[in-house]
Each structure stands twice: as structure tokens, then as C-alpha cells.
């Protein structure tokens, strides 16, 4: 496993770099935005998964600091896109609970998104339900209020999974969810993962909220999202995360 001193060190030199999977129309296939995922690239030029260091995200110096990266480098991409008249639809970026201490996030973004000329209104803050259970400190809901108001939209992310997912819908004013790939992954095989999956669809759908299905694997599964009414989702059937340059061919058609 990657150590925190490798992220260090990668981070000083430039090789923490985004990578980003498409959210697409579950019928058609068609892209309309891309999740932002941190990689680490090896001196070697192998690429390492966030899932390898997840670790070091409890570390709030350290989370801080990926996390103004990844955000620069997103910015620097969306602007690249838009020069050269490519549309990438909405961009989500991930967050630690040490974005929600110090510094607004809002602000950050912000600052981010100016430097590179891109709006706001291109972001997606995924947040997931983990860091609502988290510690009060975090003061999730001013925080998730203050994004929207810059013009940032806000997903619940992993949704399912928290303990109180259905308080969460009422607490923040998120537009939209993402339902957890743990129930997507049993949706065709278990009954009841399939009511749960509609139930959610539907009381998004009816709360006015966007929905994504993650981790779609099968075109089973696909199907039965979209006769639950969840027009959105990612998943490997898809695409799987890629660099940048993979994406801009990607968002060209080209692949
Ligand atoms: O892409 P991957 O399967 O390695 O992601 C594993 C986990 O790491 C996911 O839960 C994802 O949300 C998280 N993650 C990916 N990129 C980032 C990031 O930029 N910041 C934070 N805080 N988490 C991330
Ligand atoms: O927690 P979060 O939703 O941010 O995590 C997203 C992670 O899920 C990414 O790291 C990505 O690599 C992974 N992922 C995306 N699509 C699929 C999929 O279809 N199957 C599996 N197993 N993982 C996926
Ligand atoms: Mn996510
Ligand atoms: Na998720």
C-alpha cells in the first residue's frame, strides 16, 4: 500500500494527477458529465488508485493540500475542454471532512475556478454520508449552503450507506444523489436491494433531485434502473476512469 510519504512526495512532485469517469444517459450511453478521481502517478509511471491511500485523507494537512491540487488541475482541464470547444458537462470532485474545517471550501473552489476562468455552476461537490456522521465541527449544512449559493451544485454521495440517508435528504439541500454502488451491485440478484433502489428513485425524482446510479456493471442492471425512471449512472458497462487525454477523446465522440 502507498504510504503517506509517497502522497507527499508525489504531491511536491506533480504526480498526483485527476483522473475522471463519465456519468452518462443509462439508454443512449451519451456523456453528460465526469466524476474527478485522485491518482497517484509511480516514479515508473504506474498509476495508483485512491482507494490504495485512502489513509491519508484522515490526515488534514495532507487532505488539504490534495484537494487544492486536484482542484487546480480540474479547473486547468474544464478550462482546456472549453478552449477548445468541448463540452464536459458538470465535473464532481470528492472531499475529506478536513475540507469542511479552516478555510470555506466555497472560497477555495472559487479562487480555483477564477484562476482558470471556469464557472462555478461546472462543479459538483460530492460529499458523501459519511461525513455528515462525522463530528459536529464539520458544519456540513452551512457549508453545503454556502456552495449553492456560489453556484456550485452538491451530491450526496454513497447514498444508502449512512445511517440516516433519508434525514440527510431533509438536513442538506443537495441536488443530487448518487446511489451507492452496494445496491446497485445486488439489484438484479436481490428483491430487495431492487425496492430499495426504486424507493430511492423515486423519492429523489419527486424531491426534485438529480439521480445517479454508481457502479453500473451489466446492461441487466442498466435496464432496471431505467424502468425504475434513473435516466444517470456510471459504472464500468460505461467507462471506466481515465486520464485526461483518454477523456478528451472521450468527450470528442472518439471513443
Ligand atoms: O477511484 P477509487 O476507486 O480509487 O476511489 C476510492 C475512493 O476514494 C472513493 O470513495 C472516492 O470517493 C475517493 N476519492 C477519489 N478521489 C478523491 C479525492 O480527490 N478526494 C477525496 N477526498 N476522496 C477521493
Ligand atoms: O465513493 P465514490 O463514489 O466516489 O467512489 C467511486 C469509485 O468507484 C471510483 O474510484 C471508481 O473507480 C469506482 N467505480 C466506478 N465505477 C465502478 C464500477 O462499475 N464497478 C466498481 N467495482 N467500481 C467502480
Ligand atoms: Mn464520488
Ligand atoms: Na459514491
Known amino acids: 500500500r502507498a504510504a503517506f510519504f509517497d502522497v507527499e512526495t508525489a504531491l511536491a512532485e506533480q504526480r498526483i494527477i485527476p483522473h475522471y469517469q463519465p456519468v452518462v444517459r443509462l439508454d443512449s450511453g ?5 466524476e474527478a478521481l485522485l491518482r497517484m502517478r509511480r516514479r515508473d509511471g504506474s498509476i495508483v488508485a485512491a482507494a490504495e491511500f485512502q489513509e491519508v485523507f484522515s490526515d488534514p494537512r495532507l487532505a488539504y493540500h490534495l484537494t487544492d ?23 464532481g470532485i470528492n472531499v475529506a471532512p478536513a475540507d469542511f474545517i479552516g478555510e470555506s471550501l466555497g472560497v477555495r473552489l472559487e479562487a480555483a475556478m477564477a484562476k482558470a476562468g471556469v464557472p462555478l455552476s461546472r462543479i459538483v461537490v460530492e460529499i458523501t454520508e459519511i ?7 464539520h458544519n456540513v449544512a452551512d ?3 454556502d456552495l449553492r449559493k456560489r453556484g456550485a451544485r452538491v451530491a450526496l ?3 444508502g450507506t449512512g445511517f440516516a440517508s433519508l434525514t440527510h435528504l431533509l438536513t442538506f439541500p443537495s441536488d443530487i444523489i ?4 452496494s445496491f446497485i451491485d445486488r439489484l438484479v440478484t436481490d428483491p430487495c436491494s431492487a ?26 442492471q442498466a435496464d432496471r434502473l431505467l424502468s425504475f425512471g434513473c435516466t444517470l449512472g456510471q459504472g464500468y458497462l460505461f467507462a471506466k476512469p481515465a486520464d485526461v487525454a483518454v477523456t478528451t477523446r472521450r468527450l470528442s465522440g472518439r471513443y
Do not use: N, Y
Open 69 to 91: 491540487h486536484l482542484i487546480a488541475e480540474v479547473a486547468k482541464d474544464i478550462a482546456g475542454w472549453t478552449a477548445a470547444g468541448i463540452d464536459c458537462g458538470h465535473v
Open 143 to 145: 457549508l453545503v449552503e
Open 178 to 181: 448518487k446511489i451507492d454502488r
Open 157 to 159: 454521495d454513497d447514498f
Open 30 to 34: 451519451r456523456i453528460v458529465g465526469l
Open 195 to 220: 425496492v430499495i433502489v426504486e424507493s430511492l428513485v423515486d423519492i429523489a425524482l419527486k424531491l426534485g433531485k438529480r439521480v445517479v446510479a454508481e457502479g453500473v456493471e451489466t446492461q441487466l
Open 131 to 137: 461525513i455528515f456522521m462525522d463530528d459536529p465541527r
